[in-house]
């Protein structure tokens, strides 16, 4: 299966601050999601993104399929943007797995 | 309510012991998975459904065995509890993996201790 590496694996951040995270895949992935996790455990889909750009308000996601990484930009960083950032990717000829990455855990102080 | 719910949220069993965890999605989803979630190892994937009666071995498989009887249903069970598989399980469901309207959504998670 696929190998899915994030980095880097930890990020403290000033209010205000923008971060790059980034995610690098073993292999070009068809499917590729980010994902936040809240310091409650809760498990929020951020973006779908196997190729392209996308922004959704403060954060956007790059992902360049031909050399298999992708980068979750957070700008203008709030405490709410604490937690943990996770990528996962799939091949359409592996079926489901959908594989993620060891995250990324974002710290962002006031 | 829409949505994906597991259950229980929180499980307390002894070692040797069977114990399953349930998973009940209200989309019609095709896709089902389950996760563990450990520290340090990120979410790991145990098994995935494509469709009602479809089911594959994820990454760390051993020691679980699902079943897929209804599109709704995921029950992911331990056949008997280890201590290794204390852990927080997350099941979740997407339309399709392969268009960009399906993202994937999980439950709020089972957190497991076996004693």
New interface residues.
Partial sequence: ?IQVEQSPPDLILQEGANSTLRCNFSDSV??L?W?HQNPW?????LF?I?SGTKQNGRLSATTVATERYSLLYISSSQTTDSGVY?C?G?L?NQ?????????TELSVKP | DAGITQSPRYKITETGRQVTLMCHQTWSHSYMFWYRQDLGHGLRLIYYSAAADITDKGEVPDGYVVSRSKTENFPLTLESATRSQTSVYFCASSESLWSSGSPLHFGNGTRLTVT
């Fill in positions: 299966g068809n499917n999601q994902f455990g809760q498990l929020i889909n779908y196997p996770f996962a799939a359409y079926g489901g797995k959908l594989i993620f990455g060891q995250g």
